[in-house]
Protein backbone atom coordinates (compact mmCIF):
# COMPACT_ATOMS: atom_id res chain seq x y z
CA UNK A 1 0.00 0.00 0.00
CA UNK A 2 1.32 3.36 -0.73
CA UNK A 3 2.51 6.02 1.97
CA UNK A 4 0.33 9.75 1.28
CA UNK A 5 0.37 12.67 3.45
CA UNK A 6 -2.89 14.29 3.07
CA UNK A 7 -4.63 17.62 3.47
CA UNK A 8 -7.57 17.40 5.33
CA UNK A 9 -10.83 19.78 5.06
CA UNK A 10 -13.13 20.74 7.97
CA UNK A 11 -15.47 17.71 8.88
CA UNK A 12 -18.83 17.96 6.38
CA UNK A 13 -20.09 15.08 7.06
CA UNK A 14 -21.25 9.14 2.91
CA UNK A 15 -27.58 -5.60 -7.93
CA UNK A 16 -28.72 -8.81 -9.70
CA UNK A 17 -27.98 -12.14 -8.58
CA UNK A 18 -27.43 -15.26 -10.75
CA UNK A 19 -27.08 -19.08 -9.68
CA UNK A 20 -29.06 -20.86 -7.00
CA UNK A 21 -30.79 -19.25 -4.46
CA UNK A 22 -28.97 -18.04 -1.28
CA UNK A 23 -28.63 -20.83 1.56
CA UNK A 24 -31.03 -20.49 4.58
CA UNK A 25 -29.04 -18.02 7.57
CA UNK A 26 -29.88 -18.78 10.93
CA UNK A 27 -32.66 -21.22 10.53
CA UNK A 28 -34.87 -18.59 8.29
CA UNK A 29 -35.06 -19.11 4.53
CA UNK A 30 -33.52 -15.71 2.97
CA UNK A 31 -35.69 -14.78 -0.09
CA UNK A 32 -33.93 -14.81 -3.24
CA UNK A 33 -32.52 -11.72 -4.95
CA UNK A 34 -33.07 -11.16 -8.36
CA UNK A 35 -31.53 -13.45 -10.79
CA UNK A 36 -29.67 -12.59 -14.32
CA UNK A 37 -27.88 -15.74 -15.25
CA UNK A 38 -24.26 -15.41 -17.62
CA UNK A 39 -21.16 -17.44 -17.20
CA UNK A 40 -20.13 -19.64 -14.60
CA UNK A 41 -17.44 -17.26 -12.99
CA UNK A 42 -19.73 -14.26 -12.83
CA UNK A 43 -22.68 -16.14 -11.26
CA UNK A 44 -20.24 -17.05 -8.21
CA UNK A 45 -19.37 -13.62 -8.63
CA UNK A 46 -23.08 -12.70 -8.09
CA UNK A 47 -23.52 -15.31 -5.60
CA UNK A 48 -21.12 -13.78 -3.50
CA UNK A 49 -22.53 -10.50 -3.58
CA UNK A 50 -25.62 -11.69 -2.56
CA UNK A 51 -23.85 -13.46 0.69
CA UNK A 52 -21.85 -10.00 1.17
CA UNK A 53 -25.10 -8.17 1.25
CA UNK A 54 -26.90 -10.68 3.30
CA UNK A 55 -23.61 -10.46 5.67
CA UNK A 56 -23.71 -6.73 5.61
CA UNK A 57 -27.03 -6.60 7.25
CA UNK A 58 -26.39 -8.94 9.91
CA UNK A 59 -23.40 -7.33 11.00
CA UNK A 60 -25.64 -4.05 10.96
CA UNK A 61 -27.95 -5.50 13.42
CA UNK A 62 -24.80 -5.66 15.95
CA UNK A 63 -23.78 -1.55 15.42
CA UNK A 64 -25.75 1.23 14.93
CA UNK A 65 -24.72 3.34 11.76
CA UNK A 66 -22.94 0.42 10.57
CA UNK A 67 -25.24 0.49 7.64
CA UNK A 68 -25.06 4.14 6.53
CA UNK A 69 -27.47 3.02 3.42
CA UNK A 70 -29.81 0.23 2.14
CA UNK A 71 -32.62 -0.11 -1.15
CA UNK A 72 -32.28 -3.48 -1.75
CA UNK A 73 -35.71 -6.35 -1.49
CA UNK A 74 -36.98 -5.17 1.91
CA UNK A 75 -37.89 -8.76 2.33
CA UNK A 76 -34.20 -9.77 2.20
CA UNK A 77 -33.61 -7.17 5.12
CA UNK A 78 -36.76 -8.65 7.42
CA UNK A 79 -35.60 -12.11 6.87
CA UNK A 80 -31.60 -11.29 7.74
CA UNK A 81 -32.58 -9.28 10.41
CA UNK A 82 -35.02 -11.79 12.33
CA UNK A 83 -32.45 -13.88 12.97
CA UNK A 84 -28.54 -12.48 13.14
CA UNK A 85 -25.88 -14.70 13.54
CA UNK A 86 -23.55 -13.47 16.27
CA UNK A 87 -20.29 -11.63 15.72
CA UNK A 88 -17.99 -14.68 16.34
CA UNK A 89 -20.14 -16.52 13.78
CA UNK A 90 -20.17 -13.66 11.12
CA UNK A 91 -16.24 -13.11 11.21
CA UNK A 92 -15.68 -16.69 10.56
CA UNK A 93 -18.38 -16.15 7.72
CA UNK A 94 -16.39 -13.20 6.17
CA UNK A 95 -13.37 -14.86 5.94
CA UNK A 96 -15.07 -17.90 3.94
CA UNK A 97 -16.40 -15.34 1.84
CA UNK A 98 -13.04 -13.78 1.04
CA UNK A 99 -11.56 -16.99 0.48
CA UNK A 100 -14.34 -18.18 -1.83
CA UNK A 101 -14.23 -14.62 -3.89
CA UNK A 102 -10.35 -15.35 -4.26
CA UNK A 103 -10.70 -18.43 -5.68
CA UNK A 104 -13.98 -17.07 -8.06
CA UNK A 105 -11.51 -13.99 -8.99
CA UNK A 106 -9.14 -15.78 -10.87
CA UNK A 107 -11.57 -17.05 -13.55
CA UNK A 108 -12.68 -13.46 -14.27
CA UNK A 109 -11.57 -12.71 -17.95
CA UNK A 110 -14.07 -9.48 -18.12
CA UNK A 111 -11.71 -6.14 -16.96
CA UNK A 112 -15.16 -4.61 -15.16
CA UNK A 113 -16.10 -7.78 -13.48
CA UNK A 114 -12.44 -7.86 -12.32
CA UNK A 115 -13.05 -4.47 -10.93
CA UNK A 116 -16.26 -5.31 -9.14
CA UNK A 117 -14.49 -8.80 -7.49
CA UNK A 118 -11.45 -6.33 -6.25
CA UNK A 119 -14.25 -3.68 -5.08
CA UNK A 120 -15.67 -6.61 -3.26
CA UNK A 121 -12.89 -8.17 -1.54
CA UNK A 122 -11.81 -4.43 -0.31
CA UNK A 123 -15.59 -4.09 1.10
CA UNK A 124 -14.75 -7.57 3.19
CA UNK A 125 -11.38 -6.77 4.12
CA UNK A 126 -13.16 -3.71 5.98
CA UNK A 127 -15.61 -5.93 7.24
CA UNK A 128 -13.36 -8.55 9.16
CA UNK A 129 -12.05 -5.44 10.47
CA UNK A 130 -15.08 -4.06 11.89
CA UNK A 131 -16.28 -6.54 13.59
CA UNK A 132 -12.68 -7.57 14.78
CA UNK A 133 -13.36 -4.12 16.68
CA UNK A 134 -16.62 -5.15 17.62
CA UNK A 135 -15.01 -7.82 19.63
CA UNK A 136 -12.30 -5.33 21.39
CA UNK A 137 -9.79 -5.53 19.06
CA UNK A 138 -8.13 -2.00 18.73
CA UNK A 139 -5.38 -1.33 15.78
CA UNK A 140 -3.04 1.55 15.40
CA UNK A 141 -4.98 4.52 13.64
CA UNK A 142 -3.04 4.27 10.51
CA UNK A 143 -3.38 1.06 10.53
CA UNK A 144 -6.96 1.07 10.98
CA UNK A 145 -7.59 3.31 8.72
CA UNK A 146 -5.84 1.11 6.35
CA UNK A 147 -7.68 -1.46 7.00
CA UNK A 148 -11.25 0.16 6.33
CA UNK A 149 -10.65 2.50 4.10
CA UNK A 150 -7.57 0.99 1.78
CA UNK A 151 -5.32 3.62 1.95
CA UNK A 152 -2.29 3.98 4.90
CA UNK A 153 -2.22 8.11 5.86
CA UNK A 154 1.24 9.06 6.34
CA UNK A 155 0.55 11.97 8.95
CA UNK A 156 2.53 15.86 9.09
CA UNK A 157 3.83 16.45 13.02
CA UNK A 158 1.80 19.70 14.16
CA UNK A 159 4.71 22.11 14.26
CA UNK A 160 4.72 21.65 10.43
CA UNK A 161 1.23 23.72 10.77
CA UNK A 162 2.88 26.85 12.61
CA UNK A 163 4.02 28.74 9.44
CA UNK A 164 0.92 28.34 8.22
CA UNK A 165 -0.70 29.67 11.59
CA UNK A 166 1.78 32.60 10.98
CA UNK A 167 -0.02 33.43 8.10
CA UNK A 168 -3.41 33.67 9.39
CA UNK A 169 -2.38 35.47 12.30
CA UNK A 170 -1.22 38.33 9.85
CA UNK A 171 -4.61 38.38 8.03
CA UNK A 172 -6.68 38.81 11.71
CA UNK A 173 -4.03 41.06 13.63
CA UNK A 174 -4.92 42.05 17.13
CA UNK A 175 -4.73 40.84 20.65
CA UNK A 176 -6.04 37.25 22.17
CA UNK A 177 -5.76 33.99 21.20
CA UNK A 178 -5.75 33.71 17.31
CA UNK A 179 -8.40 31.12 17.40
CA UNK A 180 -10.53 33.67 19.05
CA UNK A 181 -10.05 36.63 16.54
CA UNK A 182 -10.77 34.28 13.56
CA UNK A 183 -13.82 32.82 15.01
CA UNK A 184 -14.92 36.91 16.42
CA UNK A 185 -14.12 37.64 12.17
CA UNK A 186 -15.97 34.68 10.75
CA UNK A 187 -19.09 35.06 12.96
CA UNK A 188 -20.07 38.07 11.09
CA UNK A 189 -20.94 35.38 8.08
CA UNK A 190 -23.45 33.84 10.15
CA UNK A 191 -26.68 32.78 8.74
CA UNK A 192 -29.59 33.83 10.27
CA UNK A 193 -31.82 31.42 11.75
CA UNK A 194 -34.59 32.94 9.65
CA UNK A 195 -32.73 33.14 6.66
CA UNK A 196 -31.03 29.27 6.44
CA UNK A 197 -33.83 27.36 4.80
CA UNK A 198 -33.78 29.85 1.74
CA UNK A 199 -29.86 30.13 1.83
CA UNK A 200 -29.05 26.57 1.24
CA UNK A 201 -32.24 26.22 -1.41
CA UNK A 202 -30.38 28.23 -3.52
CA UNK A 203 -27.05 27.04 -2.76
CA UNK A 204 -27.97 23.36 -3.35
CA UNK A 205 -29.82 24.63 -6.59
CA UNK A 206 -26.70 26.46 -7.51
CA UNK A 207 -24.45 23.23 -6.93
CA UNK A 208 -27.17 20.61 -8.95
CA UNK A 209 -27.29 23.26 -11.70
CA UNK A 210 -23.64 23.18 -12.05
CA UNK A 211 -23.46 19.07 -12.13
CA UNK A 212 -26.16 18.55 -14.13
CA UNK A 213 -24.63 20.40 -17.12
CA UNK A 214 -21.99 18.15 -17.25
CA UNK A 215 -23.19 14.95 -15.55
CA UNK A 216 -27.01 13.48 -16.22
CA UNK A 217 -29.65 12.29 -13.39
CA UNK A 218 -32.52 10.59 -13.13
CA UNK A 219 -36.00 12.69 -14.07
CA UNK A 220 -37.43 11.79 -10.67
CA UNK A 221 -34.61 12.18 -8.87
CA UNK A 222 -35.30 14.39 -5.53
CA UNK A 223 -34.20 15.21 -1.90
CA UNK A 224 -35.77 16.17 1.66
CA UNK A 225 -33.61 18.73 3.51
CA UNK A 226 -33.79 19.14 7.50
CA UNK A 227 -31.94 21.03 9.71
CA UNK A 228 -32.02 18.96 13.21
CA UNK A 229 -29.86 19.16 16.50
CA UNK A 230 -27.92 16.82 18.74
CA UNK A 231 -25.28 15.72 16.11
CA UNK A 232 -21.66 15.38 16.16
CA UNK A 233 -21.27 16.04 12.45
CA UNK A 234 -22.74 19.24 10.47
CA UNK A 235 -23.64 17.31 7.49
CA UNK A 236 -25.34 14.12 6.92
CA UNK A 237 -26.91 12.68 4.11
CA UNK A 238 -29.17 9.51 4.12
CA UNK A 239 -29.61 7.72 0.32
CA UNK A 240 -32.93 6.65 0.41
CA UNK A 241 -33.01 4.75 -3.00
CA UNK A 242 -34.88 5.30 -5.86
CA UNK A 243 -32.65 8.41 -6.71
CA UNK A 244 -34.09 10.00 -3.25
CA UNK A 245 -32.10 11.99 -0.05
CA UNK A 246 -32.82 13.50 3.26
CA UNK A 247 -30.52 15.50 3.45
CA UNK A 248 -29.45 17.27 7.17
CA UNK A 249 -27.91 19.62 8.56
CA UNK A 250 -26.57 20.56 12.44
CA UNK A 251 -27.74 23.23 13.93
CA UNK A 252 -26.41 22.85 17.21
CA UNK A 253 -23.91 25.74 16.67
CA UNK A 254 -24.00 29.14 13.95
CA UNK A 255 -24.08 28.29 10.37
CA UNK A 256 -21.74 30.30 8.80
CA UNK A 257 -22.32 31.51 5.48
CA UNK A 258 -19.18 29.31 3.79
CA UNK A 259 -21.18 26.47 4.70
CA UNK A 260 -23.85 26.56 2.20
CA UNK A 261 -21.91 25.82 -0.68
CA UNK A 262 -20.32 23.31 0.94
CA UNK A 263 -22.57 21.55 2.32
CA UNK A 264 -24.68 21.73 -0.96
CA UNK A 265 -22.34 20.34 -3.16
CA UNK A 266 -20.94 17.64 -0.42
CA UNK A 267 -24.36 16.28 0.45
CA UNK A 268 -25.81 16.48 -2.57
CA UNK A 269 -24.31 17.85 -6.32
CA UNK A 270 -21.67 16.16 -6.94
CA UNK A 271 -21.26 14.82 -3.74
CA UNK A 272 -23.27 12.20 -2.04
CA UNK A 273 -26.46 12.29 -3.29
CA UNK A 274 -25.19 12.47 -6.77
CA UNK A 275 -23.18 9.19 -6.04
CA UNK A 276 -25.39 7.40 -4.63
CA UNK A 277 -28.09 7.59 -7.52
CA UNK A 278 -25.14 7.22 -10.18
CA UNK A 279 -24.56 3.69 -8.62
CA UNK A 280 -28.00 2.96 -8.17
CA UNK A 281 -28.45 3.47 -12.13
CA UNK A 282 -25.84 2.58 -13.12
CA UNK A 283 -24.48 -0.23 -11.24
CA UNK A 284 -27.49 -1.81 -9.16
CA UNK A 285 -29.87 -1.56 -12.03
CA UNK A 286 -27.53 -1.13 -14.99
CA UNK A 287 -25.58 -4.40 -14.14
CA UNK A 288 -27.63 -6.02 -11.44
CA UNK A 289 -24.77 -5.83 -9.15
CA UNK A 290 -26.31 -6.26 -5.66
CA UNK A 291 -23.54 -5.36 -3.81
CA UNK A 292 -24.09 -1.55 -4.26
CA UNK A 293 -27.79 -1.22 -3.03
CA UNK A 294 -25.58 -1.85 0.27
CA UNK A 295 -23.21 0.98 2.04
CA UNK A 296 -21.26 -0.02 5.10
CA UNK A 297 -20.18 3.07 6.09
CA UNK A 298 -16.56 1.70 7.59
CA UNK A 299 -15.53 0.71 3.99
CA UNK A 300 -13.22 1.86 1.54
CA UNK A 301 -16.68 3.34 -0.64
CA UNK A 302 -16.78 5.84 2.83
CA UNK A 303 -12.80 7.19 1.07
CA UNK A 304 -14.32 7.39 -2.45
CA UNK A 305 -17.53 8.86 -1.18
CA UNK A 306 -16.16 11.84 0.76
CA UNK A 307 -12.92 12.26 -1.12
CA UNK A 308 -15.47 12.91 -4.41
CA UNK A 309 -17.52 14.77 -2.64
CA UNK A 310 -15.23 17.18 -1.01
CA UNK A 311 -13.84 18.06 -4.19
CA UNK A 312 -16.62 18.31 -5.61
CA UNK A 313 -16.92 21.31 -3.84
CA UNK A 314 -14.10 23.04 -6.39
CA UNK A 315 -15.01 21.08 -9.13
CA UNK A 316 -18.50 22.90 -9.15
CA UNK A 317 -17.25 26.03 -8.01
CA UNK A 318 -13.73 26.82 -10.13
CA UNK A 319 -11.44 29.88 -9.02
CA UNK A 320 -13.17 32.81 -8.30
CA UNK A 321 -16.60 31.82 -8.90
CA UNK A 322 -17.41 30.45 -5.49
CA UNK A 323 -16.48 33.96 -4.14
CA UNK A 324 -18.33 35.54 -7.03
CA UNK A 325 -21.97 33.15 -6.01
CA UNK A 326 -21.55 34.17 -2.43
CA UNK A 327 -20.48 37.89 -2.60
CA UNK A 328 -23.19 38.26 -5.22
CA UNK A 329 -26.11 35.39 -4.55
CA UNK A 330 -25.92 34.36 -1.28
CA UNK A 331 -24.89 36.90 0.87
CA UNK A 332 -27.72 39.33 -0.13
CA UNK A 333 -29.94 36.78 0.19
CA UNK A 334 -28.50 36.10 3.95
CA UNK A 335 -28.69 39.55 4.89
CA UNK A 336 -24.68 39.85 5.60
CA UNK A 337 -22.88 42.73 4.64
CA UNK A 338 -20.44 41.99 1.36
CA UNK A 339 -17.16 42.54 2.27
CA UNK A 340 -14.96 45.27 0.84
CA UNK A 341 -11.81 43.28 0.22
CA UNK A 342 -11.42 39.78 -0.27
CA UNK A 343 -9.75 38.99 3.09
CA UNK A 344 -12.74 36.94 4.10
CA UNK A 345 -12.00 34.46 1.43
CA UNK A 346 -8.21 34.80 1.61
CA UNK A 347 -8.62 33.38 5.51
CA UNK A 348 -10.92 30.52 4.16
CA UNK A 349 -8.49 29.16 1.99
CA UNK A 350 -5.48 30.15 4.64
CA UNK A 351 -7.33 27.69 7.27
CA UNK A 352 -8.10 25.30 5.05
CA UNK A 353 -3.75 24.97 4.74
CA UNK A 354 -3.86 24.02 8.42
CA UNK A 355 -6.89 21.36 8.31
CA UNK A 356 -4.84 18.55 7.83
CA UNK A 357 -3.39 19.20 11.49
CA UNK A 358 -7.47 17.71 12.85
CA UNK A 359 -5.94 14.33 11.26
CA UNK A 360 -2.65 14.05 13.49
CA UNK A 361 -4.64 14.86 16.27
CA UNK A 362 -7.06 12.33 15.61
CA UNK A 363 -3.88 9.86 15.30
CA UNK A 364 -2.13 11.07 19.19
CA UNK A 365 -5.56 11.27 20.58
CA UNK A 366 -7.21 7.81 19.57
CA UNK A 367 -3.24 5.92 19.66
CA UNK A 368 -3.38 7.72 23.87
CA UNK A 369 -0.75 9.80 22.97
CA UNK A 370 -3.10 12.76 24.07
CA UNK A 371 -6.01 12.81 26.64
CA UNK A 372 -9.23 14.23 25.71
CA UNK A 373 -8.45 18.10 26.91
CA UNK A 374 -5.12 18.30 25.25
CA UNK A 375 -6.90 17.10 21.92
CA UNK A 376 -9.30 20.21 22.69
CA UNK A 377 -7.19 22.20 23.26
CA UNK A 378 -4.89 21.52 20.17
CA UNK A 379 -8.37 21.46 17.84
CA UNK A 380 -8.89 25.34 19.06
CA UNK A 381 -5.10 26.03 18.00
CA UNK A 382 -5.31 24.30 14.76
CA UNK A 383 -8.24 24.42 13.59
CA UNK A 384 -8.92 27.66 15.03
CA UNK A 385 -12.35 27.52 16.74
CA UNK A 386 -14.31 27.91 20.06
CA UNK A 387 -14.25 25.19 22.63
CA UNK A 388 -17.93 24.39 21.73
CA UNK A 389 -16.51 23.14 17.96
CA UNK A 390 -13.62 22.12 19.08
CA UNK A 391 -15.57 19.42 21.53
CA UNK A 392 -17.47 18.70 18.53
CA UNK A 393 -14.79 17.63 16.16
CA UNK A 394 -13.29 15.61 19.02
CA UNK A 395 -16.50 14.23 19.21
CA UNK A 396 -16.89 13.11 16.20
CA UNK A 397 -13.26 11.50 16.56
CA UNK A 398 -14.38 9.40 19.47
CA UNK A 399 -17.44 8.15 17.32
CA UNK A 400 -16.20 7.44 13.72
CA UNK A 401 -12.34 7.01 14.61
CA UNK A 402 -10.49 7.15 11.47
CA UNK A 403 -13.20 7.39 9.45
CA UNK A 404 -11.92 11.55 9.38
CA UNK A 405 -8.80 10.25 7.00
CA UNK A 406 -11.72 10.16 4.05
CA UNK A 407 -12.42 13.92 3.81
CA UNK A 408 -9.10 15.34 3.26
CA UNK A 409 -7.01 12.29 1.91
CA UNK A 410 -9.97 11.05 -0.07
CA UNK A 411 -10.04 14.54 -1.77
CA UNK A 412 -5.93 15.07 -2.30
CA UNK A 413 -6.43 11.48 -4.23
CA UNK A 414 -9.75 12.19 -6.09
CA UNK A 415 -8.20 15.86 -7.08
CA UNK A 416 -5.05 13.97 -8.33
CA UNK A 417 -6.93 11.50 -10.43
CA UNK A 418 -9.13 14.01 -11.61
CA UNK A 419 -6.72 16.76 -12.70
CA UNK A 420 -3.86 14.78 -13.92
CA UNK A 421 -2.27 15.72 -17.49
CA UNK A 422 -4.04 19.36 -17.34
CA UNK A 423 -7.28 18.16 -18.71
CA UNK A 424 -10.06 20.15 -20.12
CA UNK A 425 -13.37 21.10 -18.27
CA UNK A 426 -14.98 18.34 -20.11
CA UNK A 427 -12.49 15.99 -19.33
CA UNK A 428 -12.06 16.62 -15.49
CA UNK A 429 -16.17 16.51 -15.14
CA UNK A 430 -16.01 12.76 -17.50
CA UNK A 431 -13.52 11.44 -15.01
CA UNK A 432 -15.33 12.46 -12.12
CA UNK A 433 -18.24 10.61 -13.37
CA UNK A 434 -16.55 7.97 -14.21
CA UNK A 435 -16.02 7.55 -10.27
CA UNK A 436 -19.29 8.30 -9.56
CA UNK A 437 -20.61 5.35 -11.78
CA UNK A 438 -17.89 2.46 -11.44
CA UNK A 439 -16.92 0.75 -8.78
CA UNK A 440 -13.38 2.42 -7.46
CA UNK A 441 -11.00 2.01 -5.41
CA UNK A 442 -8.30 4.38 -3.81
CA UNK A 443 -5.71 2.25 -5.72
CA UNK A 444 -7.81 2.67 -9.00
CA UNK A 445 -6.90 6.26 -8.88
CA UNK A 446 -3.32 6.30 -8.33
CA UNK A 447 -0.87 6.68 -10.88
CA UNK A 448 -0.27 4.04 -13.32
Not at 329 to 353: F, H
Not at 413 to 420: D, F, G, P, T
Request: hydrophobic fraction near 40%; charge should be neutral; charged fraction near 25%.
Amino acid sequence: MRHLSLLLLPLLLAGCAAGAPPKPVAGNAVPTLDVRRGPASTQALSDIANDYVRLSLEIGTHEDGYIDAYYGLAEVKAAVEAAPRDKTALLAATRELIAKLDLTARRLSDPMERRRAASLRAQLRAAETRLLMMQGVRFAFADEAERLFGVLPRLKPLASYDADLAKIEALVPGDGPLWQRVEAYLDRFTIPKDRLQKVFDVAIARCRGRSAAYIPMPADESFRLEFVTGKSWSGYNYYQGGYHSLIQVNTDLPIRLSRALDLGCHEGYPGHHLLNMKLEQQLTKGRGWTEFAVYPLYSPQSLIAEGSANYGIDLAFPGESRADTERDVLMPLAEIAVPSDDRYWELLKAIKQVSGARLTIAQQYLDGAIDRTTAVALTQKYMLVSPERADQSVRFTEQYRSYVINYGLGEQLVQAYIERGKPSREEMWRRMARILSEPTLPADLLPR
